[in-house]
């Protein structure tokens, strides 16, 4: 089998919309994809913006260039956004960029329902909901196995994105798991243009 083979072969299985012409082309595709959504997102807005560490923006860059899902894209696009925001306290891009990149789409999917239901906003609680509830909604909407809720909870759990109840039949989103969807969820100048 030729390199050539192997590449018709990867361009085959990869879930991606656009047809493949390198490797290297790939990823240049992706990262300007989500670069430019960035931009767009910063001119439209008129926001401000500050520098960031040439470290972060590489992580941006290599990162997010294996990313051909446009939800996870839209995600890389914002968290860049809000990473060179001028405004936005938060200036630990750099652990969420890695959170991010090992995150599936159904982990992610999870954190967000979990934020949707166990987070009042503009109160300092978090409330506990049911692992049940959870599953059921995972199983039916994400199409997840049994064996995939296991994996993606203990792999939320190990990288303390979530917390579950002592009897382990309810969870709530973490306080990091917070912060990070907060970041890849609205742009920050959206949030305070209000």
């Given at each position: 089998m030729s390199i050539q083979d192997n590449f018709k072969f990867l361009e085959h299985v990869a879930e991606?919309?656009?047809?493949?012409?390198?490797?290297?082309?790939?990823?240049q595709i992706n990262s300007h994809t989500i670069i430019t959504m960035a931009r767009k997102f910063l001119v439209e807005h008129q926001i401000s913006v500050r520098k960031i560490p040439l470290k972060t923006i590489h992580a941006f860059i290599t990162d997010s260039?294996?990313?051909s899902l446009k939800i996870q894209q839209q995600r890389w696009a914002i968290l860049f956004a809000n990473a060179v925001t001028f405004s936005n306290p938060c200036q630990q891009?750099?652990?969420l960029?890695?959170?991010?990149r090992d995150a599936s789409l159904e982990e992610v999917e999870i954190l967000h329902y979990l934020k949707k239901h166990s987070f009042i906003e503009f109160?300092?609680?978090?409330?506990?909901?049911?692992?049940?509830?959870?599953e059921q909604w995972a199983i039916r909407e994400l199409d997840c196995?049994?064996?995939?809720?296991?994996i993606?909870?203990?792999?939320?759990?190990?990288k303390r994105l979530i917390e579950l109840s002592p009897s382990h039949e309810e969870m709530r989103i973490a306080p990091l798991g917070m912060h990070f969807?907060?970041?890849?969820?609205?742009?920050?100048?959206?949030?305070?243009?209000?």
């Open positions: 991606t919309e656009r047809k493949i012409q390198s490797f290297d082309n790939w990823q260039a294996l990313e891009h750099l652990t960029v890695k959170i991010l109160e300092t609680s978090r409330i506990w909901v049911p692992v049940l509830g959870m196995s049994g064996i995939d809720i296991e993606i909870l203990e792999n939320l759990m190990m969807i907060m970041e890849c969820e609205v742009p920050y100048g959206v949030k305070n243009q209000t």
